[in-house]
T-cell receptor
């Protein structure tokens, strides 16, 4: 069983739709990260969360520490949002980093 | 411009040869990391370094080696002992171990 599970694995949306990507984890964490990977392979860090909610432009990330769950929301989706979104956590015990397998998002014009 | 660079972007090697992947950052970050990405799998940590002249094994360190002689540089050597080296390799850095990570563009290694 993976320590970090994401859903859905693949997601296709029409431009303008509201999108939600979910992440559940099974370990105690010090921080959770949302990353974006474009087709060329480069990865960009979108958010780092340890509690609550963060917003950047059309992107919103929330985390519920008690439920061990985080969501990434994209409002008014656009084709340029098409990418793989990866959830990752820093374990608060030892020196462990855990990554989800990613959610592949395609936004159709 | 501050950032993290990896070279080369694509690398081809014959089986049995060692190969070194470069990672350089000018962000003045103390921590640096090497990850491996395979299709359908999440990133897996190979090695990380929290400070110059110190590094720790990650989950899949076998067949790899690293050095951290300078704060800016964290090269990864893929040795002939690595049984399945063909993969996409990503380097990252952060201010401290639990801070936001900044990723390089990656190196795609193909062993023929």
């Amino acid at each position: 069983k993976n320590e970090v599970e994401q859903s859905p694995q693949n997601l296709t949306a029409q431009e303008g739709e509201f999108i939600t990507i979910n992440c559940s984890y099974s370990v105690g964490i010090s921080a959770l990260h949302w990353l974006q990977q474009h087709p060329g392979g480069g990865i960009v860090s979108l958010f780092m969360l340890s509690s609550g909610k963060k917003k950047h432009g059309r992107l919103i990330a929330t985390i519920n520490i008690q439920e061990k769950h985080s969501s990434l929301h994209i409002t008014a989706s656009h084709p340029r949002d098409s990418a793989v979104y990866i959830c990752a956590v820093n374990s608060n015990t030892g020196n462990q980093f855990y990554f989800g397998t990613g959610t592949s998002l395609t936004v159709i014009p | 411009d501050g950032g993290i660079t990896q070279s080369p972007k694509y690398l081809f090697r014959k089986e049995g040869q060692n190969v070194t992947l470069s990672c350089e950052q000018n962000l003045n970050h103390d921590a640096m990391y090497w990850y491996r990405q395979d299709p359908g799998q999440g990133l897996r940590l190979i090695y990380y370094s929290q400070i110059v002249n110190d590094f720790q094994k990650g989950d899949i360190a076998e067949g790899y080696s690293v050095s951290r002689e300078k704060k800016e540089s964290f090269p990864l050597t893929v040795t002939s002992a690595q049984k399945n080296p063909t993969a996409f390799y990503l380097c990252a850095s952060s201010i401290g171990k639990y801070n936001e990570q900044f990723f390089g563009p990656g190196t795609r290694l193909t062993v023929l």
